[in-house]
Every structure is written in C-alpha cells, then in structure tokens.
C-alpha cells in the first residue's frame, strides 16, 4: 500500500509506513498509524503508567507479558497488531489486536465459548494519556484497529473486555460495542469487569471469503 495521509478531526492517519520509517508530524499535530521497533518504549510507558495509576493493579506477570514485549505481542504476529498516535514526538496512546479470545477460567467459560481464539479478534490496550483524552483518540483507534481486523481475514468477531473503574472506559464502550456480560452482575461479582463485542460492519462477509478461498485453494 503506498504512503497515504488521512486528516480527520485534527488527526493525521498514516497508513503504509514501513516498519522503522519516522513520520514528520506538525507541530500540535495527533499522528496515528502502525507502531514500529522504535516505537516499543513508548507504547510501553503509555501501557505501564496506565495499569498503575488507572487500573492500580500494577504489573502482574500473567496478564501483562505483552507489555514486556509489545514487539512479540503485536508487532511480528501476522494477525495481529499495535497502533500508537504521536504528538510532538511523544507516544501518548496506544491499542492493539491480538488474535485469541478470552480464556476460561478466569472468564466465564460461555464468554470464552463465545469468543474462541483464531475466530476473535480481541482489542485490548486501547490507553491514552490523561492530558491528551477527550481529543476522539480512542474512538479513532477502535475505529481502525476494527479495520485491520476486516482486512486480516479470518475473524468472526471483534472482542473486549474493560474495567469499570477507570475513569469513563465503561461509558465510553457502552457508546460504541455491545454488552456481552457484566461480570458484577454474577454471584461473588466475578472479576468486577464487562465483556463486549464490537458489532463490524464486513467482517462476517471477509470471514466466509476466507473460508470459501481456503476450501477452493
């Protein structure tokens, strides 16, 4: 795909950059487009200050590995993969896809049912500094993390899971996906979190391609 610049609501998207070239942003400008090697450390640093100050559970190993290695994560896996968005030079947001679902346990088994990996496109880390939300940076991520999920191939179903307490994610969510289930609604309250799906316009449609191309190959 060639170098595309697409401007929307004050954001520049950057579609096609290969891994490794920096793009030249204007001053007070939001850049969004696909992270590259030179860009782990500071999604990294969006990732850990976020599960510290807004999630408070800090670094556990078993759910934060791929903070470690966004490059590992994110970045080498075909189907999967990282955004970030720039301003002045500084990483100040994040979202990815990864392509399994939620297991079971700790999630309820029928929501991992729901949602196997290699059919599920899950987005997660989708975190923006404080300073810089209210500016559409997250609805922008979801927007074009759910189009790589089309353009992927192979996905069924587009998948989440988010924690109330952080300021405005449960609001900002029920604006944009579907609830699936609402954990604190389970006996004992379960994980306290809410699962959802993102309703995608063409993914049902790329999904049976996919497998009419693979049973005719």
């Keep these: 795909m060639a170098d595309e610049r697409l401007v929307a609501g004050g954001m520049t998207v950057v579609a096609g950059v290969e891994a490794g070239v920096r793009e030249r942003a204007g001053r007070d400008e939001y850049v969004l487009r696909t992270a590259s090697e030179a860009d782990v450390p500071g999604a990294r640093a969006v990732m850990l200050d976020t599960v510290y100050r807004d999630l408070r559970s800090g670094y556990v190993p078993r759910w934060h590995a791929d903070i470690i290695d966004p490059a590992a994560a994110y970045l080498e896996p075909e189907r999967c993969t990282l955004l970030v968005v720039e301003r002045d030079g500084e990483i100040v947001a994040t979202g990815a896809v990864r392509d399994?679902?939620?297991?079971?346990?700790?999630?309820?088994?029928?929501?991992?049912?729901?949602?196997?990996?290699?059919?599920?496109?899950?987005?997660?880390?989708?975190?923006?500094?404080?300073?810089?939300?209210?500016?559409?940076?997250?609805?922008?991520?979801?927007?074009?993390?759910?189009?790589?999920?089309?353009?992927?191939g192979g996905y069924e179903r587009v998948y989440l899971h988010t924690d109330p307490a952080v300021p405005g994610a449960e609001a900002f969510w029920r604006a944009t996906a579907e609830e699936v289930c609402d954990e604190r609604a389970l006996p004992g309250g379960g994980q306290g979190i809410v699962h959802f799906e993102v309703p995608v316009a063409g993914l049902a449609g790329a999904a049976r391609r996919d497998r009419a191309d693979s049973v005719a190959g």
């Design 100 to 152: 399994r679902g939620p297991a079971a346990p700790p999630n309820p088994q029928w929501v991992a049912d729901r949602f196997p990996s290699g059919s599920t496109a899950q987005l997660c880390r989708i975190y923006v500094r404080p300073e810089h939300r209210r500016h559409g940076l997250a609805r922008r991520l979801v927007r074009e993390l759910c189009g790589f999920a089309v353009r992927a």
